[in-house]
């Protein structure tokens, strides 16, 4: 059989691992020393430094094709890598891992963000937020996620107590939403684009809380414009695989937020909700298969996360609820904030 590589160790890879072997496929990971839960899942894993270059040899030998679940693997890893073994294409990495790159590059191809000014010293920050004005919010344009690496500027007076925290930033003006949503495609190596339904996303604390089926009124009408934007960068990228863009729907239409070159959060839902899931449709689209169909196969559809300490207790909802789809991604640590499972609802009852 085949094996397919996967650089990182995160619950992304474990749920892509799961459906890798659902196909028949070994997965084989590679990621520094930590709480690797896509380890358990894999017949094979180096917990292994990125800069490690004999042991990332090692890793491409064992594998026939080599993708990713985690957009921050440095460039000079996956560079170790033979490029006919990667899919995507690694040029996806590099747009998505700079936020001023990755708006620059959305914003070519006729995508909208948010007002943005690349932010490089104290002073650019005072231009950038006398230019955009506030509210805002300064984001570092590198290693960012689940709302990490933010700071909200409330005023324009109020800036004074965010500091500039020295490694470059994007300062972008903050967007009056009604609601958010994403595009999740896949794309094969022949050229063929799926979408699935966008949920409507709701965030706390910046970061994804619940993606529901179906989305609201508001989001229905923006979605064939924001798939428009997603299958220009799909097709400007030769992209294959699971490709994710998160927008806000605002009055004027979808406001591109970021990109996201891999399977996303606000995505699982499409373990039970989807004919096929955005994990195994990666896998099919990476190990050059025929991609699954797409289709919603509820009425309704509802993943919420499981984050921190509430993992402890999350057992509970199977005894409450028998149609409960319960994963726990099998993290040591609660600690703070860290995603740690999620629970998918799906149901067809009259609304
Ligand atoms: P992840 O990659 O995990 O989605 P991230 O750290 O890259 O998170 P963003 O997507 O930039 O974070 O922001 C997280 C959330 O914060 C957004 O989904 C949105 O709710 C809010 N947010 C971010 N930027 C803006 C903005 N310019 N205007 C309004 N809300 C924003
Ligand atoms: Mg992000
Ligand atoms: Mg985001």
Redesign the pocket.
Known sequence: GSTIGVLGGGQLGRMLAMAAAQLGYRVTGYAPPGDNVMADVCHDFFEKGWGDKVALAAFASKCDVVTWEF?NVPLSAVEMIPPHMLAPHPRALGIAQD?LKEKRFVEELGGRP?PYASVGSDQEFAAAVERIGA???L?TARD???????WRVASVRDADSVRFPGNACVY??????EA?FSVILVRSHDGEVLFWDSSE?V?ED???ATSTLPASETIAAQVDAARGIARKVAEALQYVGVLTL?F?ATKDGP?F??M?PRV??SGHWTIEGAATSQFENHIRAVCGLPLGSTETRFAQVEMRNIVGEDALTAHTILAEDGEAHLHLYGKKEARGGRKMGHVTRVSNAAA
């Not at 972008?172 to 939403?177: A, C, I, L, P, Y």
Request: charged fraction near 25%; hydrophobic fraction near 30%; proline fraction near 3%.
């Open positions: 957009e936020r948010a509210p805002g919010i984001k960012g996620y689940d709302g990490k690496g933010q972008e003006g903050f967007v009056t939403f958010e996303n965030h910046g970061m994804l998160e806000f406001v937020n970021e996201a996303h959060n």
